[in-house]
């Protein structure tokens, strides 16, 4: 079946430090794959998301690229700040988008 | 616009006992959503509400879970009786129509001690 599969955390990182969070999938057919944040505190939010392959998702200074060949979708940033503090979750969706499947989480932890 | 909401955010109930979590939707969504997650596992999906209609039911765990969506508006999920194992983070989202992005709750905390 569907599943995601992301590296474990936390990470911790230095502010303005590159940061890099893994994301491999399994699927069927032509997923869409996306990037959830959840603050402390609050609800998960859609930080980006790509429909196929290739697609470049990109949001407030990250990105991820679907790469059908490896079949990953790593999350990348060039500087990240404290308030990119959060839990990352990759998930993957069929076309319409009616029921996701998450990768376990990864907590980033920046320090000033 | 008032997002998605959900009641209580924290729940502390004895193993046996009944707990009712209450998930209002975005107005005007059509499609609610329940996930839930364990021990900070996955993400997973329990199942998907059109209007008040029950689309896909297929991650719910057992029959000691009962979702509801009178009305098609709110939807309450009713765990009886609670298991030590049913502790975890249980999410609400809902979208407009399928093909759109989905809006997340906080979640609700559920601890069965």
């Known amino acids: 079946g569907d599943s995601v599969t992301q590296m474990e955390g936390p990470v911790t990182l230095s502010e303005e430090a590159f940061l890099t969070i893994n994301c491999t999938y399994t699927?069927?057919?032509?997923?869409?794959l996306f990037w959830y944040v959840q603050y402390p505190g609050e609800g998960l939010q859609l930080l980006l998301k790509a429909t196929k392959a290739d697609d470049k998702g990109s949001n407030k200074g990250f990105e991820a690229t679907y790469r059908k060949e490896t079949t990953s979708f790593h999350l990348e940033k060039g500087s990240v700040q404290v308030s990119d503090s959060a839990v990352y979750f990759c998930a993957l969706s069929g076309y319409n988008f009616n029921k996701f499947y998450f990768g376990s989480g990864t907590k980033l932890n920046v320090k000033p | 616009e008032a997002g998605v909401t959900q009641f209580p955010s924290h729940s502390v109930i004895e193993k046996g006992q009944t707990v009712t979590l209450r998930c209002d939707p975005i107005?005007?969504?059509?499609?609610l959503y329940w996930y839930r997650r364990v021990m900070g596992k996955e993400i997973k999906f329990l199942l998907h509400?059109?209007?008040?209609?029950?689309?896909?039911e297929s991650g719910m765990p057992n029959n000691r879970f009962l979702a509801e969506r009178t009305g098609g508006t709110y939807s309450t999920l009713k765990v009886q009786p609670a298991e030590l194992e049913d502790s975890g983070v249980y999410f609400c989202?809902?979208?407009?129509?399928?093909?759109?992005?989905?809006?997340f709750g906080q979640g609700t905390r559920l601890t069965v001690v």
């Open positions: 989202a809902s979208s407009p129509r399928v093909n759109t992005e989905a809006f």
């Open positions: 107005s005007g969504h059509d499609n």
């Open positions: 699927a069927t057919g032509y997923p869409s």
């Open positions: 509400f059109v209007k008040e209609s029950k689309q896909d």
